[in-house]
């Protein structure tokens, strides 16, 4: 007996049963990564533009001259390892050409218990990106019973970072950063990423942004190995600083409105932000050092 | 095609009814107990890996009896909808309720046009914060859908354990530990032996926790708590 037939209404696929399956009140899909679910099921949720090669021809990004693709503009964001984990840190300035979009946004991100994110690019595809990575994470959490290694979870942001591949020719760059703390090695991990999803581990530290290049100068020769947590922090405000010195991008601290960038700190002990007031008194001493009397 | 003979409906679901039962009963009982600080989930549940019991979404858990396979199969599809539902909307938007009236759809509809319905009893419990109320759902093989107070119990010898907990009731929510003991004894009534700690499964919703409330007790903690 023929089984009857209907059209599914989400994607037109003539042979979905869909609409016959007594599970259809719940989402059903094999796999235990909500990315790839998300862009099976429900493309339109998915980041990033999915009728690219209609555009094709009006591609504002031209390839053929070297040059020209594009880079993370605005934003420091940087990573450093220390005695018992790493420090990620961030300025809040976001841009839109020449004119300050926001003053405080936060460009550091809890992914969960044991890793955080920073972003450089393009403000909004970055943060939808950090919100998926996290709900990727827990949900594999979730539905497997155990954590990803620290090793899976930054080989997954770069298969995002990879995904995001056509929005890059249309110059809206997501640049991750990423730092988790390996519960098997028991240190911290700092991973860089390229725009095709290239993934490349650092040994100590590690910024990105256009004041990135100001930040690994003040790092380079600041950093020191198994640095005390305080001493990783204060080097970590000190190069935020120094490129907030160089680079128009990115954000200094901002005594009048009270607006100080942001750090976490990764370590077995899971993420724990660094409260405002000890990034303000790092930062009052460190003024106070260079002000002229 | 030969036709094929007659059965009236009332007889075809009552089997479908008695197949479900008899596969249900066949396991192990779980209780949701609600204690001071939230929600307690103890299973008797000798395996260490295959659990029983398992976090849905911030304030959400899940529990299932019956057959593993069929179960699982609806834990995994919950959390897809509550990952799906918090990420489209927001982490707040996520609710017992929904979740439970999409699992009472699924399983109603299995029960009424699949040729075997599916051998399983479900809980969905949400802990409140901020001073709401707590939610305990039990979701039966037909898709009805019951709201209990207190505490529920699924699977295995259900009605007996649940005798238990009816005559053990305190007006005030119990401690975690005394909540666990009155669970513990309610599970020994209906197994045939003492059950040592390392075959109970538990877990708490508490609403102290910071963000995602659930938790599981390992056995080493569940030995500190009763010692």
Known sequence: ?293 | MPLPYYVSPEQMMQDKAEYAKKGIAKGRSIIALEYVDGIVLAADNPSSSLHKVSEVYDRIAFAGAGKYSEFEHLRKAGIRHADLTGYMYSREDVSARTLSNAYSQSLGTAFSTDVKPLEVEILVVQVGVNGQANEIFRISFDGSIADEKSFAVIGGRSEAVQQYLREHATPQPPTLKDGLRRCLSALEQVATQKIPSENLEVAVLDRHRQGRKFRRLTSADISHLFA
């Open chain 1, 1 to 293: 007996m023929q089984k009857p037939r209907l059209r599914c209404s989400k994607n037109f696929r003539p042979d979905c049963d869909h609409h016959m399956n007594p599970m259809s009140f719940l989402p059903h899909h094999d796999g235990s990564s909500f990315f790839d679910f998300l862009t099976q099921h429900h493309p339109e949720l998915r980041p990033g533009l999915q009728d690219i090669s209609m555009q094709r021809a009006a591609l504002p990004v031209d390839l053929v001259r070297p040059g020209t693709i594009p880079v993370p503009h605005g934003t420091t964001v940087l990573a450093l390892k220390y005695r018992d984990g790493a420090i990620i840190a961030g300025d809040r300035r976001a841009t839109e050409g020449f004119q300050i979009a926001d003053r405080r946004i936060e460009k550091v991100f809890r992914i969960d218990e044991y890793s955080a994110m920073a972003i450089a690019g393009a403000a909004g595809p970055c943060i939808e990106m950090a919100k998926l990575f996290q709900t990727e994470l827990e949900h594999y959490e979730k539905l497997e019973g155990v954590q990803l290694s620290c090793e899976g979870k930054a080989n997954k942001l770069g298969q995002m970072v990879k995904a995001n591949l056509p929005m890059v020719f249309q110059g809206l760059v997501v640049m991750p950063l990423y730092v988790g703390y390996d519960l098997k090695r028991q240190e911290g991990r700092i991973f860089k990423y390229d725009i095709t999803g290239g993934r490349y581990e650092e040994s100590d530290h590690h910024s990105i942004g256009s004041g990135g290049k100001d930040a690994r100068n003040t790092m380079r020769e600041h950093y020191r190995l198994g640095l005390d947590e305080e001493n990783a922090i204060r080097v970590a405000l000190l190069a935020l600083y120094n490129a907030a010195d160089e680079d128009v991008g990115t954000g200094g601290p901002d005594l009048v409105r009270g607006i100080y960038p942001t750090a976490k700190i990764v370590s077995g002990a899971g993420i724990t932000d660094v409260p405002e007031t000890r990034v303000r008194a790092l930062y009052e001493t460190m003024i106070a050092e260079r002000r002229r009397s």
